[in-house]
Nanobody
C-alpha cells in the first residue's frame, strides 16, 4: 500500500506563489508516474501536471503551462505555482500511477491519492 501526503496549500493574493509538496511512503517501488490534480467546487477534478518517477518528461495542462512547475526528487514531488490567479483556487491532490506516464491526465489512470491541500487565491 502507498500513502501520499500533500502540504503547502494556503491563501495567497493573485500574482503570488505557493509551493505544494507530496511525500510518498509505503510500497513505492512500483511508482512510475506522479501527478497533480485539482478540483474546484462544482467542477470535475482535472489533471494539471505530471512527471515520471525519475523526474523526466513533465507535462502540463494548458491552464497552468508556463506558471506551474512539477519536479520529483526521490519520494518527494513538488508543484511550484507562480502567478496564481483566482481561477487556480481549488483543492489540490497528489496522485501516483504504477504504470508509465500517459499523454493524458485522467483520474482513472492513477492508483493512489492524497487527501488534498486547499489553495485559495484572492
Amino acid at each position: 500500500h502507498v500513502q501520499l501526503v500533500e502540504s503547502g496549500g494556503g491563501s495567497v493574493q493573485a500574482g503570488g506563489s505557493l509551493r505544494l509538496s507530496c511525500v510518498a511512503s509505503g510500497n513505492t517501488a512500483n511508482t512510475n508516474c506522479m501527478g497533480w490534480f485539482r478540483q474546484a467546487p462544482g467542477k470535475e477534478r482535472e489533471g494539471i501536471a505530471r512527471i515520471t518517477a525519475g523526474g523526466g518528461s513533465p507535462a502540463y495542462a494548458d491552464s497552468v503551462k508556463g506558471r506551474f512547475t512539477i519536479s520529483q526528487d526521490d519520494v518527494k514531488n513538488v508543484l511550484q505555482m507562480n502567478n496564481l490567479k483566482p481561477e487556480d483556487a481549488a483543492m489540490y491532490y497528489c496522485a501516483l500511477r504504477t504504470g508509465g506516464c500517459l499523454p493524458t491526465m485522467m483520474m482513472t489512470d492513477y492508483n493512489y491519492w492524497g487527501q488534498g491541500t486547499q489553495v485559495t487565491v484572492s
